[in-house]
Antibody
Framework: QLVESGGDLVQPGRSLRLTCTAS????????LHWVRQPPGKGLEWVSG????????GYADSVRGRFTVSRDNAKKSLYLQMSTLKTEDTALYYC??????????????WGQGTLVTVSS | DIVLTQSPATLSLSPGDSATLSCRTS??????LAWYQQKPGQAPRLLIY???SRASFIPDRFSGSGSGTQFTLTINSLEPEDFATYYC??????????FGGGTKVEIK
């Protein structure tokens, strides 16, 4: 199970930290990702991290503002978001890869946490 | 960035029909492509990875093919639960791991 939390209504320019907590599988066997979906729109990959915490990079739209990390002892994935913009408004999903290679796809997803950026 | 273009944007079909969805990439990615299904109010579900391998518990009416820059998802004999939006994603290792814009399969 993957459960996201931390979504909220925030003003532009503010910061927010999302958390994804895992259970029911060997957490450090898998790469993990954040994927977002603005209301009524398609999927956008945001960032990912390997089993040991190495970043898999960021989408151009968030690079320099968002930071991904994980804590294997706590079975948690994080997304620190700063200097939020209205266009960051979306449902943010946590997703688990099939394995740690990053080459195959995400076979398990949380239900998402909603981030709304508005004044 | 690798751009993924899905076509058509919308596919209107009847239950029992076959569906053919296309995903074209702006650069060659070998077979590093995944397909997802998403229904309204639900998280995406992985259908196909490595272009043609079915994920766990995915019915065999779903099949994927292609390599390089051209990929296809085929759904044989559409069931009522197959009407949804489908996304492709490149998993070549080249960042960012982009998604296509989606194809909505709707009931005709």
């Amino acid at each position: 199970q993957l459960v996201e939390s931390g979504g909220d209504l925030v003003q532009p320019g503010r910061s927010l930290r999302l958390t994804c907590t895992a259970s029911g599988f060997t957490f450090d066997d898998h790469a993990l990702h954040w994927v977002r979906q603005p209301p009524g729109k398609g999927l956008e990959w945001v960032s990912g991290v390997t089993w040991n915490g190495d970043s898999l990079g960021y989408a151009d739209s968030v690079r320099g503002r968002f930071t991904v990390s994980r804590d294997n002892a706590k079975k948690s994935l994080y997304l620190q978001m700063s200097t939020l913009k209205t266009e960051d408004t979306a449902l943010y999903y946590c997703a688990r890869d099939i394995n740690n290679s990053g080459l195959y796809g995400s076979d398990f997803w949380g239900q998402g946490t909603l981030v709304t950026v508005s004044s | 960035d690798i751009v993924l273009t899905q076509s058509p944007a919308t596919l209107s079909l009847s239950p029992g029909d076959s569906a053919t969805l296309s995903c074209r990439t702006s650069q060659s990615i070998s077979t590093s492509l995944a397909w997802y299904q998403q229904k309204p109010g639900q998280a995406p579900r992985l259908l196909i990875y490595a272009a043609s391998s079915r994920a766990s518990f995915i019915p065999d009416r779903f099949s994927g093919s292609g390599s390089g820059t051209q990929f296809t998802l085929t759904i044989n004999s559409l069931e009522p639960e197959d009407f949804a939006t489908y996304y492709c994603q490149q998993r070549s290792g080249r960042l960012p791991l982009t998604f296509g814009g989606g194809t909505k399969v709707e009931i005709k």
